[in-house]
């Protein structure tokens, strides 16, 4: 028969056996969600100017956008005296039924004809993307495209437009999208590339209006710390380096 220090001693290996591992990959599973705005489209602090491009079959001098002064009251409730909130607005027509596209598109200077891309970059490990759409009961969808540290693009679909008024629209984020490598720095970031509608070939397209707000991620953005870790930061490989 085992002693009892024998059977102690046995204990206490045990737990250190299961203790160790758990320790050497507690950092793997840890996380600090964060919710932050990409884009809030208000005049005070929005992350970029925008354009509209409508595909092969849009209606000469359409589409037109505008920042309307308009809101969400789900979001912002009704009370919004002195507060400056502008939403996204767009008007489309198509000359034909089918699968036409409007692009919306992050740009640098929408008043130039040659206007340059301007993708938003998402900081962390994005978990879920989320935005609020106003729809006007046209059976269009609506998709998000992406593109990851690789140059790969991806498309997730955001849901239908076939509804009245605000929505807030949202998407997981699937773990095949790579966001992090096991070298350092190990979050890599993604960039919010687009946004596209899509109308369905039997719907109308003669009369087509659209508003958009609040674009926001949630995101992982715990790092381990250590010595040196400064240099890793995306400001601090740009200032050495004139890269990000």
């Known amino acids: 028969m085992m002693k009892r220090g024998s059977v102690l001693f046995l204990c206490v290996l045990l737990a250190i056996a299961f ?9 793997e599973s840890t996380e600090n969600l964060v919710s932050r705005v990409v884009e809030s489209f208000d005049p005070e602090d929005r992350a970029t100017d925008w354009l509209v491009k409508g595909s092969k079959f849009i209606t000469e001098g359409f589409p037109k956008q ?3 002064k308009t809101w969400p009251e789900s979001l912002w409730g009704y ?3 002195n507060k400056d909130y502008e939403v996204l607005g767009v008007h489309a027509r198509f000359d034909r039924k089918g699968y036409n596209n409007l692009e ?7 008043s130039v004809e040659n206007w340059e891309h301007n993708p938003l970059p998402l900081k962390g490990r994005v978990r879920s993307f989320d935005l609020w759409v106003w729809g006007s009961m046209y059976d269009y969808d609506i998709e998000v495209h992406f593109m990851d540290y690789n140059g790969i693009n991806w498309v997730l679909p955001l849901g239908n437009l076939k509804y009245s008024g605000w929505k807030n629209l ?4 699937p773990s095949y999208i790579p966001q992090a490598t096991r070298y350092i720095p190990y979050y890599k ?8 509608i899509w109308t369905a070939p039997q719907e ?3 009369e087509y209006y659209v508003y958009i707000d609040q674009i926001k991620i949630l995101t992982d953005v715990f790092e381990s710390r250590f010595d040196g870790d400064t240099l890793t930061w995306p ?4 200032e050495l380096w004139g890269e990000e």
């Open 204 to 206: 109308s397209v003669h």
């Open 19 to 27: 203790v160790i591992p758990s320790m050497a990959f507690a950092d």
């Open 189 to 196: 970031q993604m960039t919010f590339e687009k946004l596209v």
């Open 66 to 68: 505008v920042f309307a």
């Open 79 to 81: 009370n919004t005296e």
């Open 170 to 173: 949202r998407v997981n984020m």
């Open 104 to 110: 919306i598109i992050p740009v640098k200077d929408a």
């Open 235 to 238: 400001d601090k490989i740009e």
